[in-house]
């Protein structure tokens, strides 16, 4: 089981780093105001992705529940970074990151079952 999450357990690990850089990022634009949900989103996605990898690395019965919830925030926070993708990288990348996350969490949930 170990070795079949660690796709999994690599792609929840790059989503709190591409997240964690983008709310970085987003608080030295010059209208923080207008990243403001970015920023939210960008906190949240990575708080969740680092407890569902815990979670899934421990082999958690509760993991279950943690893929499905992380999948949902990924897909919310990618599509609210995509909105900034044009002009911000960090932004860009964090959308990106954000769509494989959710990905590997919704094939997870068929391996974890």
């Known amino acids: 089981m170990h070795s079949q999450n660690?796709?999994?357990?690599?792609a929840l690990y790059a989503c709190v780093n591409s997240c964690e850089h983008c709310a970085t990022a987003c608080l030295s634009e010059q209208?923080?105001?207008?990243?403001?949900?970015?920023?939210?989103?960008?906190r949240d996605c990575a708080d969740i992705c680092a407890l569902t990898a815990r979670f899934v690395a421990r082999g958690?019965?509760?993991?279950?529940?943690?893929?499905?919830?992380?999948?949902?925030?990924?897909?919310?926070c990618g599509d609210?970074?995509?909105k900034h993708a044009a002009h911000m990288q960090h932004c860009r990348e964090c959308a990106e990151a954000c769509r494989?996350?959710?990905?590997?969490?919704?094939?997870?949930?068929?391996?974890?079952?």
């Open 6 to 10: 660690q796709s999994l357990l690599a």
């Open 31 to 42: 209208d923080v105001k207008m990243m403001a949900r970015c920023i939210q989103l960008d």
């Open 100 to 113: 494989r996350c959710e990905q590997a969490c919704r094939q997870g949930l068929s391996v974890t079952a």
């Open 60 to 76: 958690s019965e509760h993991a279950q529940h943690l893929l499905r919830e992380c999948a949902d925030i990924c897909k919310a």
């Open 80 to 82: 609210e970074c995509e």
